[in-house]
């Protein structure tokens, strides 16, 4: 069944994240999608619906402001239309990237998260210590014309020790692998909304 994957982009996703372990495209999925997305975040903030994210797992699992400061909601099959329109589209990313590097993707789980003006998330990794199991990381951002200087940028450390800031422009994806890439989300003057989510080894 086909999906809102611009399937033209997955050799180079597939080439940078062996080349360099992170890839950034844009036009990911179509405009409309995108805009149905942030329509969706947005009104599940105004709605109540987004809970401040915690850090940790399990019973260590704790709201600190000082470390992290976006509110989430976890996304479920079956719950809107757009939703699983991108959880297809990842789906079959899924597939690709097993295929490629035979990762043994089993599934993938996501959640919208919305920053408030001037909310970051301090450097960290995505891979718990305790738990291997994320080994892809996917951002999608929501964000229409987002501007240099509003800040707001996904800032990753990669090995050889030069800094990169992606901004969060509408449409535009980044995967890096989990478990290597340090990164953090610098604040912004304005909202700043995103899905991110993790593909996920058994």
Known sequence: MPTDLDLQLLPSIIDDLARQGWSRQTAVLPDSLTHELACECRSRGQNGALNPAGVGRGSALAVREGIRGDQIQWLEAGQQPACDRYLAAMDELRQALNQAFFLGLADYESHFALYPPGAFYQKHLDRFRDD????????FYLNDNWQPEQGGALRIYP????LLD???EAGSLVLF??????HEVLPASRERLSLTGWFRRR
């Open 132 to 139: 291997d199991r994320r080994t892809v990381s996917a951002v």
């Open 166 to 168: 992606l901004l969060p």
């Open 177 to 182: 692998m989990s478990a290597e890439l340090p």
């Open 159 to 162: 090995a050889d020790g030069a």
